[in-house]
Structures are given as structure tokens and as C-alpha cells.
């Protein structure tokens, strides 16, 4: 498989620190997508959609483990069932 980018995503959180780990607790945060001109015409007519879907490769990934103890559980998971930033690419 060969990836190639189409652009970077750049949010207001630098460090895993002081990252919101629940989607609730990120309200107001604010990011952007900075598309490659050449793939910036595929952009066009998707106003008016509920949503898209965003697929990216984390490039700070640090060393991921297959289970891990998510935030405020007791109990190892499998890393896929969770939001657990440290994932293979």
C-alpha cells in the first residue's frame, strides 16, 4: 500500500498533555485542514453535508501496546476499542 498526502491537519493541541480525551471536553477547539492545491477542486460541492470523514496518519505516534488501560477504567482493553493516541499506523 502506498500513501501519498493530500494535506495536513493542524489543531490547537501541540503536546498529549492538556489534550481533551472525550470529544465533550473539546467544544470551541479549533482546527483546520490545509488541502494540497492540487487536490483543492475535489473540495468543491460538499457544503450543505452533515459530515465528512477525515482519514489520517498520526505522525508523533509513540510506541503503541495491543492492551491497554484506558482513562478512567480499571481494566485493560484491546487498544482498537479504545481513543488511545499510541496506534501503529
Keep these: 500500500m502506498e500513501f501519498r498526502q493530500i494535506g495536513t491537519i493542524h489543531s490547537e493541541f501541540k503536546e498529549a498533555s492538556g489534550t481533551p480525551i472525550q470529544p465533550g471536553a473539546a467544544k ?19 457544503e450543505g453535508f452533515e459530515r465528512i470523514w477525515i482519514i489520517y496518519h498520526f505522525d508523533r505516534s509513540c510506541e503503541h501496546k495491543p492492551k491497554v488501560k484506558p482513562y478512567l477504567d480499571d481494566v485493560e482493553r484491546g487498544l482498537f476499542a479504545t481513543r488511545a493516541p499510541c496506534r501503529p499506523n
Excluded: F, H, N
Excluded at 32 to 39: A, G, H, Q, S
Design 28 to 46: 470551541g477547539a479549533k482546527g483546520r485542514i490545509i488541502v494540497l492545491e492540487e487536490y483543492a477542486e475535489g473540495l468543491s460541492d460538499l
